[in-house]
């Protein structure tokens, strides 16, 4: 690995691209590389875009993340009087969400320092994407999920051969007792914001720059929780700018769920940091973090540039899954939320007539069937001998 800096944008801080985390000022860090460069030959993720990150030859495993499709949704499009609404499609990852990309970034990482232990703490999308790169690169993987997590959750994170603990107690404060026990056992615990996942991110972002040949939408909308991947995919912009490539950076709406909406109450509030969501709940459960360790650093992007955060409803979150599945695409509970919000957004005319949105399509919707209960589902039945009849 080539010597890289990390850099707090909240207090300045500078550090050396260690297995250092966060900021002593208790903010995020973000990659600080100036090199940059997209080679056209390349066909995965690190020989395309491995100028933009200080890893050598070999350091990146891949297992195929990235080169997502963007899909455009033309019925939706014209009903909302946009002239443009495609979707970035995520859930086309190897473990069907966008987290793989900043797995794979982690996990090179953590082998360009030598470690042999690698981790995270979450209760879904980033565990199994985790315990699936822990397993391909032959790390010892460590997942700590939360205490009451259903078995049905549990088996697909198992099934890669993890080290898989189910932690009572306080799930808030694992994030930091991870960080903590991993710099004292030489676990390298690649959670939610951690720099190299949120540079990792910034890869969606150089995608959609080429998947529409530079024609930027003038929004791109993002299920947000932690703030990892809003923050990984604005960076990525803002190197493609810095890099002479892009032209201009999109605007960015924060999409949460009304509830667990911490970001978006701040915002709404005109708040300067974001506090603790009281009682969340939500059928988005992949974004249900109820103190956003990546939440101040959003916030402050969203107002720096008058972007926007806003909060969709269980019923508009429900109606908006049913919409896009109806349009060919069946993403988690999360993945619908961009466009619950991108319906407000129109009504507040925050998006205007005639705009180009992009949505950022966090993950499958085979993580999370108990979500089919909230839909009116049908099918039919009958004989062989009155299918005929049936079918006239
Ligand atoms: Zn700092």
């Not at 100028?51 to 070999?58: D, I, K, Q, S, Y």
């Not at 720059?209 to 003038?218: I, S, Y």
């Not at 701040?266 to 992949?286: L, N, Q, V």
């Not at 429900?318 to 466009?339: E, I, K, T, W, Y």
């Amino acid at each position: 690995m080539k010597r890289s800096m990390l850099h707090c944008r909240s207090c300045g801080a500078v550090y050396d691209a260690d297995a250092v985390f966060r900021c002593a000022c208790g903010e995020p860090l973000d990659l600080d590389w100036t090199e940059s460069g997209i080679d056209e030959d390349g066909r995965d993720l690190p020989s395309r875009y491995g100028a933009f990150f200080p890893f050598e030859p070999g350091e990146w495993l891949s297992l195929g993340e990235g080169n997502t499709p963007l899909v455009p949704l033309s019925r939706l499009a014209g009903e909302l009087g946009l002239s443009s609404l495609v979707v970035k499609n995520e859930s086309a990852n190897p473990t069907w969400s966008f987290k793989d990309r900043g797995t794979a970034a982690c996990i090179a990482h953590a082998r360009a320092l030598g470690f042999t232990r690698v981790g995270t703490v979450s209760t879904g999308n980033m565990a199994a994407s985790v315990a699936a790169y822990g397993a391909a690169a032959g790390l010892e993987t460590v997942i700590l999920v939360k205490g009451d997590l259903a078995e049905e959750k549990m088996a697909p994170i198992a099934i890669y051969g993890p080290r898989l603990i189910r932690v009572q107690g306080a799930y808030d404060g694992l994030y930091a007792e991870s960080i903590r026990i991993g710099a004292e056992r030489g676990i390298y615990f690649m959670n939610s914001d951690v720099p190299f996942r949120v540079a990792g991110s910034r890869t969606i972002a150089f995608e959609i720059f080429e998947q529409t040949d530079g024609c930027l939408p003038d929004w791109v909308i993002v299920p947000t929780s932690a703030g990892g991947n809003i923050r990984g995919i604005i960076n990525g912009f803002m190197d493609l700018k810095a890099a002479g490539l892009a032209d201009r950076i999109p605007g960015f709406i924060c999409a949460q769920a009304a509830g667990c909406s911490p970001i978006a109450t701040a915002f709404a509030r005109s708040d300067e940091h974001i506090s603790p969501f009281p009682a969340p709940h939500t059928i988005a459960h992949a974004i249900e973090n109820p103190f956003p360790p990546s939440g101040n650093r959003v916030l402050l992007e969203l107002r720096s540039r008058t972007w926007h955060a806003l909060a969709a409803t269980e019923d508009e979150i429900v109606r908006a899954q049913a919409d896009m599945a109806r349009s060919g695409l069946f993403g988690q509970p999360a993945a619908a939320v961009p466009l619950a919000t991108l319906r407000q957004a129109r009504a507040k005319g925050i998006v205007k007539e005639g705009e180009r949105v992009a949505l950022v399509f966090t993950g499958s919707g085979l993580k999370y069937t108990a979500a089919f209960a909230s839909h009116r589902l049908h099918w039919e039945d009958c004989g062989l001998e009155e299918l005929e009849e049936r079918l006239k």
